[in-house]
């Protein structure tokens, strides 16, 4: 009896096997871009989970930056220490996928009981999680989020609060009332 409760036991709690997890990003995150999505440029990028809905980014910085929905997504000038720096951003998703055990099992012994299987549609779960990333080169094209560029720290510090303004705004045209909206 006891065998068979532990046994139960292990196979309730590891019924789901992960075999691709979304990475779990508290704040933001300083990523390789080409490692955390092969469709993105190579270079860092400023990474953060977006718990709104898609092209709510696209609003925000449209508005953050008076651009007329004209050229938002890529090269966005911006002033940081009297230079002229470029903004880029790309939604990604990252997913999370499971292998579920029970429904795998429960069909396989409909299958041998000669039953045709019920939770085909159970075997695997999916998940996923939007994420914001940012890029910015300045004049010379140069990464400014690589940690060997000498604005580096402080644009860290005016992505983040970016990001803050972002999660915090639910009106984007409040910005453009706001004094110093760039």
Not at 37 to 63: H, M, R
Not at 144 to 157: I, M, P, S, T
Not at 161 to 168: D, T
Request: with cysteine.
């Amino acid at each position: 009896m006891k065998t068979a409760t532990l046994a139960l036991l292990l196979l309730t709690l590891y019924s789901c096997i992960p075999t691709r997890i979304a990475p779990k990003i508290d704040t933001h995150k300083i990523v390789e871009t080409k490692k955390f999505s092969k469709e993105l440029p190579q270079g860092s990028g400023f990474a953060f989970e977006d718990p709104k809905d898609a092209n709510e980014f696209y609003s925000y910085v449209n508005s953050k930056y008076d651009l007329a929905y004209t050229e938002v997504e890529y090269n966005v000038p911006f002033e940081l220490d009297e230079k002229t720096l470029y903004l880029s951003f790309y939604e990604c998703e990252r997913t999370t996928k499971t292998i579920n055990l029970i429904p795998i099992l429960v069909d396989a012994k409909l299958e041998n009981d000669g039953s045709t299987p019920l939770l085909e549609d159970l075997h695997t779960s999916r998940s996923g999680q939007w994420y914001i990333i940012i890029t910015v080169r300045d004049a010379a094209l140069k990464d400014v989020l690589n940690k060997d560029h000498e604005q580096h720290g402080v644009l860290k510090e005016y992505l983040e609060s970016l990001r803050q303004e972002y999660l915090a705004t639910h009106h984007y045209n409040e910005l453009n009332l706001r004094a110093g909206g760039q």
